[in-house]
């Protein structure tokens, strides 16, 4: 196994959207995000990333595949439904790099990658001048018939890399879940580190 983790700008990143959309529908079918995506809804999602300047794709690539990613942008670059909740706490948009996602296929989970992939965002947060980095973690009940009694949450990792949960800030998102005939909107968690 030759995996390498390194960070995609401009047209390497573009290049890399479609692999990106594959591994978003692939990794958050699992709990907790339960998403029935299509290439379709991905592809214009994506688009956010391909638009940004200050985007950035990290990619897990394992001899020339692409088995996980992270992806970043300047919080004003991304969905008014992230940004909203973040405006209303007060920070400046323009001090924020928003992690939108990291995903990863299950059989490279436990190998530093996702160290990897927060290095790497937190790097690029201070190249533009960023002075915090947020995510946003989906929110479901405990009781959730879907949850599967293994589930093991990434908490322990964020509050280790120095983030904590923002209160208050809870952004609104909606998608399908499996077995759903339409979107439902979700709650999520911001997520916060000051660098």
Same mark, same amino acid.
């Given at each position: ?7 995609? *700008? ?30 379709d809804y991905e592809r214009t999602y994506l ?138 909107? *979700? ?9």
């Amino acid at each position: 196994m030759s995996l390498t983790v390194r960070a995609l *700008k401009g047209a390497e990143l573009e290049a890399a959207l479609d692999d990106m959309a594959r591994l978003r529908i692939t990794v958050f079918r699992a709990w907790p995000y339960l998403y029935d995506g299509t290439l379709d809804y991905e592809r214009t999602y994506l688009q956010a990333y391909r638009d940004s300047p200050g985007a950035l794709l990290v990619a897990a690539i394992d001899d020339g595949r692409i088995v996980g990613a992270s992806t970043s942008a300047p919080m004003e670059d991304h969905a008014a439904e992230f940004a909203e909740p973040m405006r209303q706490t007060g920070l400046a948009l323009e001090k924020i790099l928003y992690g939108a996602e990291s995903v990863l296929l299950p059989e490279y989970r436990g190998r530093g990658v996702g160290h990897r992939f927060f290095d790497l965002r937190e790097e690029h947060a201070r190249s533009l001048g960023r002075s915090h980095v947020a995510f946003c973690s989906v929110m479901r009940p405990g009781d959730h018939p879907l949850r599967p009694d293994t589930y093991r949450s990434n908490d322990a990792f964020w509050t280790k890399r120095g983030y904590a949960p923002l209160p208050g800030a809870i952004a609104h998102f909606s998608w399908r879940d499996l077995g759903e005939v339409s979107d439902s909107e *979700k709650p999520l968690q911001f997520w916060i580190r000051q660098l």
